[in-house]
C-alpha cells in the first residue's frame, strides 16, 4: 500500500537558519505533490505544488524539490521566522487532484 | 471572499448517538473532500464529489457513516451511531474541480469528541 513518510520528531531551529523537512513515499508513484502547513486549531493552507517533471519549485523564502529516482520531496525555508514556527504536510497526489497526506514535520523556530 | 465554512466547530456526544457535520465550499468550487484527521497524524480521505456525484468514497466507512451534497453546494457527513474511534476532527476542502491538479482550500474543521 502507499506510505507517506515524513519526519515525526520535531525540528526545530534557530531564526534565520533554512530549515528542511523531508518526505518519503513508497509504492507509489504520484504526479505531482503538495506541500501544506496547517498551525494548531485551523485546517492545512496550501504552500506549494510541484509537478513530477519539474525538479524544483520556489516562492518567496520556500523551496521543494521532487526526485522521482529517490522518491523523496525536500522542503526548505530560507532565513526562517518565529512565524513559520506550525506543522508542514507533505501529500503527493495522482492526476486525479487526490491526495495522500503524510503524517507532517512540526517546526519550531527560535528566535 | 469567504473561506470554506464548516460548523459546528466543535461537537461532544456519547456513544452510540447520531452527529452530523455541516460544509459550504468556496463559492464556484465543483469539488468538494470530506477528510478525518486523528490527533498527530495528517488528513485521510473520506470521500470526494464532483458536484453532487460521490467518485470516491471507498475510505468512507459505510456502515455508518453518510454523506450527500444535495444540489452540488453545500454537504452534510452523518455518522450513526457513533463510536469512541470515531473520535477525531473532520475537515471539509473544496477545490474547483473537474480532475484538475488544483490546490485544496481547507475548513476550520469539526472536532468530534466521543465519549
Known amino acids: 500500500s502507499q506510505k507517506i513518510e515524513q519526519n515525526s520528531e520535531a525540528l526545530n531551529i534557530q531564526e534565520g537558519k533554512t530549515a528542511t523537512l523531508t518526505c518519503n513515499y513508497t509504492n507509489y508513484s504520484p504526479a505531482y505533490l503538495q506541500w501544506y502547513r496547517q498551525d494548531p486549531g485551523r485546517g492545512p493552507v496550501f504552500l506549494l505544488l510541484?509537478?513530477?517533471?519539474?525538479k524544483e519549485k520556489r516562492k518567496e523564502r520556500l523551496k521543494v524539490t521532487f526526485d522521482t529516482t529517490l522518491k523523496q520531496s525536500l522542503f526548505h525555508i530560507t532565513a526562517s521566522q518565529p512565524a513559520d514556527s506550525a506543522t508542514y504536510l507533505c501529500?503527493?497526489?495522482?492526476?486525479?487532484?487526490?491526495?495522500?497526506f503524510g503524517g507532517g514535520t512540526r517546526l519550531m523556530v527560535k528566535p | 471572499e469567504a473561506g470554506v465554512v464548516q460548523s459546528p466547530r466543535y461537537k461532544i456526544i456519547e456513544k452510540k448517538q447520531p452527529v452530523a457535520f455541516w460544509c459550504n465550499p468556496i463559492?464556484?468550487?465543483?469539488?468538494l473532500y470530506w477528510y478525518r484527521q486523528n490527533l498527530g497524524q495528517g488528513p485521510e480521505l473520506l470521500i470526494r464529489?464532483?458536484?453532487?456525484?460521490?467518485?470516491?468514497d471507498s475510505q468512507l466507512p459505510k456502515d455508518r457513516f453518510s454523506a450527500e451534497r444535495l444540489k452540488g453546494v453545500d454537504s452534510t457527513l452523518k455518522i450513526q451511531p457513533a463510536e469512541l474511534g470515531d473520535s477525531a476532527v473532520y475537515l471539509c476542502?473544496?477545490?474547483?474541480?473537474?480532475?484538475?491538479?488544483?490546490?485544496?482550500?481547507f475548513g476550520p474543521g469539526t472536532r468530534l469528541t466521543v465519549l
Open positions: 463559492s464556484g468550487h465543483n469539488t
Open positions: 510541484i509537478r513530477e517533471n519539474e
Open positions: 464529489y464532483e458536484n453532487e456525484e460521490a467518485v470516491d
Open positions: 501529500a503527493p497526489a495522482n492526476a486525479g487532484n487526490m491526495l495522500t
Open positions: 476542502a473544496s477545490s474547483l474541480g473537474s480532475g484538475k491538479v488544483d490546490e485544496q482550500f
